[in-house]
């Protein structure tokens, strides 16, 4: 098992020395920093909280951030009207200031990609009074930071207004460029009357036409310093590098690509510059599906004398780039910042719209690229297979697989995950945005989670809700079974009533009267979460607009309206599930024990929980050992997580937001919130004591997935709602159109013969029929893991996958480290 950085297998001497200069970490003369800009007035602030709501982590340090950015801002020379301008003219002109006229630009040594600094936070640009009215609605006694802590405190999960996590119109702007969509700003601000040029409508879109010009004008700066560095080089090679940047960047991206290089150099300018307008780094800020929108610049350049290995160097230096996301921590994040958080996911392969596999060679290219660049992290490749995917593919995504600890790509199972975004548009109501015609468009966002390209901003992990939470209060009527502890306080809050009253479970004589008990309890639980979001997600939209974002998703030009405000086409929020095997699991224990079996009551099964199975070990056996378990394609059980997943997911679809009108819809991505959230709510029927891990995402719960990974991958595919036949032909449901994360993890040995090999590659398309949306492999080696969590010095670079992402495995924290040392690696197929 390799110990430090992957030794590079083709690597250009140019691509190597930008790879190497990047893992040199905080030893690096140049790096990407986080910089701080403001008004200069005493009220301002820069840092958001609200978009890290759903990250627990962050929550001590939420005032810091604010404190910290604010002390260390520059003050940046404003407008004489800036005062006069509305909020979202504020923004476009001042964070088109702060990367136009004052980040400084370079050019590294050999980079083919010009665009090096994005990570910024940037002035609210608000007033005083609107500054008060803002720290009110966050910081008072019902705010949101007091109201997502209590929620997340006592067992509920998170929520928050999450910036990125969507697809912007990458393949919309390379086709008419900055011009064509200047010109249609320009055409939808004529057509207003002069009242409506008065109100918001007229300021977003003037705030629209001012950050459209912020990508020519940072593209003309890093021409001049082009020109400028071309003037004085010496070798005639990297002269002739620097004076084809230099066109390139007075060409675009105001003028739409031709080149293969032109295409990337404006996709990147694009893209930075979408991070930077949220002041957010990269997370789920995705390219969409690369290969398809940049194969007609490939075949033109190639056809035109392109060398392959160059296509590759531009590549290479486009990588890195993306890297430099995780400069924004260097100095203060573990492993040089470098925590796999961010996820630039771009997608590959995959069906078009009749069916027929889109795979092309700047498909098998990027794959090389990013085969030879490992285990570098960004950007996150996705690659869609199908029940016909080439050969050539599954050989090589299996090579991969063998050879990467940690797999660096996540699998994405276009029949399942199609179905899905079939069934967002049904329930939804959207038959005219999502249709037969454009379900193969679709990609992956962030982590996994689906949504269309351009014109979708889905809110796909802004909701994240603990499942089990329902049964702990159907145990209490209603009550937590404990009182919530305040480390901060030392004190015990008292219980009292939260959910309905259910009535009291030792009083129900069947399993039905507990199971509509708990259906009542998660509709509970679903609407607090609803009313929960509403609170960040209106203040967003009030205090928080992204106007060079909104110009690159579709919807919010034509109604002039903030892709915050909910101007994009398709308009939803995720609400993603936690905790759901180790619910099913619970439902199951409690049938089996008190009802089926009658092997305890009620009054001892709470008491055993109360006591956290100390004293009770014979009965926390029988309720592991005996009880059916959800992922052994066990009927049973599948049928129970059937009713679970079809509980809370009608529950979501009745609910909308009131502030945007964006629709809720279901999802399933634990993140990392089913180790932390063990810690929070009691033991569970399960057999799970307090203080240890709950399932992870639509995953078996780790160690109870003992009938091998194609039983695993039966339960999964059933409780999103299995096939049906409709006119002789299979038919693929799918109830949840976010997706679902599994994760399967195997021993590297079982690669060891050709036969295998094939098993292996059958299993995936045997998942492709039977399985999910999407599935994440671990080659787990547990003795390698232990290893490194000993000596973590000489295991920097080994990647794992956790949950739709992958990650340093000495960067995620002991409890994590420990789940996947216990996660149950599979020796057959």
């Given at each position: 098992m390799e110990t430090g950085i992957k030794e590079p297998k083709n690597l250009s001497s140019r691509v190597k020395w930008l790879r190497d200069y990047y893992f040199e970490g905080t030893d690096r003369k140049w790096n990407n920093e986080n910089t701080s800009w403001t008004t200069g007035e005493d009220w301002d602030f820069q840092h958001n909280e609200l978009t890290y709501y759903i990250v627990p982590e962050t929550y001590p340090f939420l005032q810091t951030f604010r404190s910290s950015f604010s002390q260390t801002a520059r003050k940046i020379k404003l407008c004489d009207d800036f005062w006069d301008k509305s909020l979202p003219e504020r923004i476009a002109w001042f964070n088109r200031e702060v990367m136009v006229r004052y980040l400084p630009v370079e050019i590294l040594p050999g980079d083919l990609i010009a665009g090096g600094r994005f990570n910024i936070q940037t002035s609210s640009c608000l007033t005083k009074k609107e500054t008060r009215d803002r720290d009110r609605r966050v910081y008072g006694k019902q705010g949101t930071r007091a109201s997502m802590k209590w929620f997340h405190?006592?067992?509920?999960?998170?929520?928050?207004?999450?910036?990125?996590?969507?697809?912007p119109g990458h393949e919309r702007l390379l086709k008419i460029g900055w011009k064509g969509v200047r010109q249609e700003l320009d055409e939808f601000y004529g057509s207003l009357s002069e009242e409506e040029k008065k109100g918001r409508k007229g300021a977003q879109l003037r705030a629209m036409m001012t950050a459209s010009t912020t990508a020519v004008d940072l593209a003309a700066r890093y021409a001049d310093l082009c020109r400028d560095s071309g003037r004085k080089e010496a070798d005639t090679i990297r002269k002739r590098e620097l004076e084809e940047m230099e066109r390139i960047l007075r060409k675009v991206p105001f003028n739409p690509p031709e080149t293969f290089h032109e295409a990337l150099q404006a996709l990147w300018i694009n893209h930075m510059l979408i991070m930077s307008d949220e002041n957010y780094p990269g997370p789920g800020v995705s390219f969409g599906r690369l290969d398809q929108y940049l194969y007609p610049y490939w075949e033109k350049s190639i056809a035109e004398g392109m060398?392959?290995?160059?296509?590759?160097?531009?590549?290479?230096?486009?990588?890195?780039?993306?890297?430099?996301?995780?400069?924004?921590?260097?100095?203060v994040g573990g492993n040089q910042g470098i925590t796999a958080g961010y996820g630039q996911l771009l997608t590959l392969s995959g069906v078009g719209p009749d069916g027929e596999d889109k795979t092309n060679d700047l498909t098998y290219l990027i794959l090389e690229v990013i085969d030879d660049l490992s285990p570098i992290l960004e950007p996150k490749p996705n690659i869609r297979i199908h029940r016909n995917s080439p050969e050539k593919l599954m050989n090589i995504i299996v090579d991969m697989i063998m050879s990467s600890q940690g797999a660096p790509f996540l699998l994405n199972f276009d029949e399942r995950s199609m179905a899905g975004m079939d069934e967002q548009s049904r329930r939804g109501g959207i038959p005219d945005l999502i249709n037969k015609s454009n379900l193969a468009d679709y990609a992956p966002v962030g982590c996994l989670e689906n949504t269309m390209v351009g014109n979708d901003r889905s809110g796909t992990v802004d909701n994240n809700l603990n499942l089990y939470k329902a049964v702990e209060l159907v145990f209490g009527n209603g009550r937590d079974l404990f009182p919530f502890f305040d480390p901060m306080t030392g004190k015990s809050e008292k219980v009292k009533q939260d959910g309905p009253r259910t009535g009291d479970p030792c009083g129900f004589k069947t399993w039905d009267q507990f199971w509509n008990a708990y259906v009542k309890q998660t509709a509970y639980i679903v609407k607090r979460c609803v009313n929960l979001y509403e609170k960040s997600e209106s203040l967003r939209a009030d205090t928080a607009p992204t106007p060079y974002l909104s110009c690159l998703v579709k919807g919010c030009a034509e109604q002039g309206k903030d892709v915050?405000?909910?101007?994009?086409?398709i308009n939803f929020?995720?609400?993603?599930?936690?905790?759901?095997a180790s619910t099913v699991d619970s439902l199951l224990a409690v049938k089996y024990l008190v009802y089926d079996n009658k092997i305890c009551t009620m009054e001892e099964l709470i008491q055993a929980l109360k006591d956290n199975w100390k004293g009770h070990e014979i009965l926390q056996a029988k309720a592991k050992n005996k009880a059916p378990k959800f992922g052994v394609d066990d009927y049973e059980a599948?049928?129970?997580?059937?009713?679970?997943?079809?509980?809370?997911?009608?529950?979501?679809?009745?609910?909308?937001?009131?502030?945007t009108n964006r629709q809720f819809r279901p999802g399933m991505l634990s993140w990392n919130y089913w180790v932390g959230d063990g810690f929070i709510l009691p033991a569970s029927p399960d057999g799970r004591p307090k203080g240890t891990f709950f399932s992870n995402a639509i995953c078996p719960v780790?160690?109870?997935?003992?009938?091998?990974p194609t039983s695993n991958s039966n339960s999964v595919g059933k409780v999103l709602g299995g096939k049906e036949l409709v006119d002789g032909e299979e038919h693929y449901v799918n109830i949840l159109p976010n997706g679902a994360s599994h994760t399967i993890s195997f021993n590297p040995s079982i690669f060891g013969t050709e036969a295998n090999r094939n098993k292996f590659k059958a299993f995936l398309k045997g998942y492709a029929r039977n399985g999910g949306t999407a599935l994440q492999i671990n080659m787990i080696d547990s003795n390698t893991l232990k290893e490194a969590q000993k000596?973590?010095?000489?295991?920097?670079?080994?990647?794992?996958?956790?949950t739709g992402y992958n990650a340093y495995f000495v960067s995620i924290g002991r409890e994590l480290q420990d789940e996947l040392i216990a996660r149950l690696s599979h020796d057959k197929i």
């Open positions: 405190d006592h067992g509920y999960g998170n929520s928050g207004a999450t910036s990125g996590h969507l697809i060398d392959r290995e160059y296509a590759k160097e531009v590549l290479g230096c486009f990588w890195v780039h993306a890297n430099t996301a995780y400069d924004a921590l260097i100095k915050t405000e909910g101007g994009a086409e929020t995720t609400m993603e599930a936690v905790t759901y599948d049928r129970m997580g059937w009713e679970v997943m079809k509980a809370w997911t009608d529950e979501v679809w009745k609910h909308k937001t009131k502030s780790t160690g109870m997935d003992v009938n091998g000596n973590p010095a000489d295991y920097r670079h080994l990647l794992v996958r956790v």
